[in-house]
């Protein structure tokens, strides 16, 4: 991707522009407008700003508007959003950008988009340690490993593949939504197949006991905004980690 110096890239840089442009398939028009929407122009200005060819102002209205329904484009401000986080946002912002990333991770289909939106992730817990919301010594680091995966598309399948099953940090979390993904059964049954009587016959009471990790589980989802108290967690499961406020209140 070819650019010019004439576009003012902001404080991220035209080189994080470019990477992630490349990262979601966006055109160079389609970067300098996500540059400018981040900057808080509006879609016409954007437009003007990123070059799109246009005789006047409603063309520049129809091109903006185009342009920033586009995925390619909602992608890049997402990570631009949470780019852009430091500690000395409120928290909340934190939880809205992680939220953002969360949503754009689990529904791309695309293995670059899910491997920038992963880092973004892991910066974003980087900025609550650095604040002392997440510290690095509190031995549940572990744990919000396992949640990353959850959140991803095929997640449960992935971690489990490549942790086993008999020491799941979230292992209520983790058994329900691979028991929803394609093939997720079959992996338990491989999985479990391989372990010995005993360590079976653990992972067996563990799951039969739904107060078990309970307390953990509750500070491992709260910091990106889930009360397990208060939604169905394996309905919410069920439905992807579809966005941390489509929640299932309990009846």
Not at 5 to 11: A, I
Not at 104 to 130: C, F, W, Y
Not at 197 to 223: C, H, N
Request: aromatic fraction near 6%; charged fraction near 25%; charge should be negative.
């Amino acid at each position: 991707m070819t650019t010019d110096d004439t576009c003012d890239w902001g404080p991220l840089g035209k080189d994080w522009w470019m990477e992630n442009a490349e990262a979601v398939h966006a055109t160079l028009n389609q970067a300098k407008f996500a540059c400018a929407r981040h900057s808080g122009a509006t879609r016409t200005k954007a437009a003007e700003l990123a070059q799109y060819s246009a005789t006047d102002n409603q063309g520049l209205r129809t091109a903006g508007s185009r342009a920033d329904d586009t995925k390619a484009v909602q992608d890049l401000l997402t990570m631009a959003s949470a780019a852009a986080v430091s500690t000395t946002d409120a928290p909340y912002t934190v939880a809205e950008a992680r939220q953002k990333i969360g949503r754009m991770v689990k529904t791309s289909l695309d293995p670059s988009t899910v491997i920038k939106g992963t880092e973004l992730l892991a910066r974003l817990d980087q900025v609550d340690r650095d604040r002392g919301q997440t510290p690095d010594d509190d031995g549940l680091n572990a744990w919000r490993i396992e949640r990353h995966f959850l959140l991803q598309h095929n997640g449960a399948a992935a971690y489990v593949l490549m942790h086993g099953i008999a020491n799941c940090h979230l292992l209520h979390d983790t058994y329900s939504l691979l028991m929803q993904q394609e093939f997720g059964p079959e992996i338990w049954s491989r999985l479990y197949a391989r372990l010995n009587d005993g360590a079976r016959e653990q992972l067996d009471r563990f799951l039969s006991d739904p107060k078990y990790q309970v307390e953990v589980r509750k500070t491992i989802w709260a910091e990106i905004d889930i009360d397990i108290a208060a939604v169905d967690m394996q309905q919410h499961l069920r439905a992807r980690m579809n966005g941390h406020k489509e929640m299932v209140p309990h009846t």
